[in-house]
């Protein structure tokens, strides 16, 4: 089915009793007691099926959710990705849909922005091709949170993505360690490995 939070009109980071009224408003809309005998019965039952379904995704979602259920992504922290305050964005980065994963990144307050805070958006701006902007977000999560393995393997990659860029090695980067990117192959390869974490590929590999 189509996007279950567009189905209802709301955010993927509503809250569930945004999503709950919602849902209680578009059942009262389309409920089929409001079009009996009418032309338009068949058109609303479909919508109504629709809602319902909707509904169902998102709740069945964010109860996995709460349970962290086994499987799916652990990244090298060793926790699920699904526990994680962004695994919605997460999800909107997987699905391809990078400028509703900035939307809600961009809505967050200042003093949320933790470190995966800073590493996703790094992430959105490394797959419009941004790799100062991307290398700046990268290079903040570390700093915040200097033992986390995806962070730094985010920042290697960066790094290695500008100097392949500048053509090798550039002293005004800080080295972190990691593969050089020498050429387009390689840069594509490593360009790859970024976006590994949400289970899809931002770059094709040759």
């Known amino acids: 089915m189509s996007d279950p939070y567009r189905v209802l009109g709301v955010s993927p980071n509503a809250t ?8 209680r408003k ?7 007691d409001n079009y ?8 609303a039952g479909e919508k109504m099926k629709e809602v319902n379904e909707a509904y169902d995704q998102i709740t069945k979602e964010r109860k996995q959710r709460k349970r962290g259920p086994q499987g799916g992504y652990a990244n090298s922290n060793g926790y699920s ?15 391809g849909r990078i400028a509703d994963a900035e939307q809600i990144l961009d809505g967050v307050p200042i003093e949320r922005r933790n470190a995966e ?7 959105v701006l490394f797959s419009r091709g941004w790799l100062d902007e991307a290398y700046n977000d990268f290079a903040a999560a570390c700093r915040m949170d200097p033992s986390n393995g995806e962070y730094r393997a985010a920042l290697n990659q960066v790094t290695n993505q500008r100097n392949g860029m500048f053509g090798g090695y550039n002293p005004n980067v800080p080295q972190y ?25 931002i770059y094709p590999c040759c």
């Open 16 to 23: 569930d009793e945004e999503v709950k009224t919602a849902y």
């Open 26 to 32: 578009l059942a009262k809309k389309y409920h089929p």
């Open 36 to 43: 009996a005998d009418s032309p338009l019965a068949d058109l």
């Open 81 to 95: 990705a699904q526990n994680t305050e962004f695994y919605d964005v997460r999800s909107l980065i997987n699905a």
């Open 117 to 123: 805070w800073y590493f996703l958006k790094g992430t």
């Open 177 to 201: 360690g990691g593969v050089g990117g020498c050429d387009l192959c390689t840069s594509l390869c490593l360009a790859n490995m970024c976006c590994n974490c949400f289970g899809g590929n």
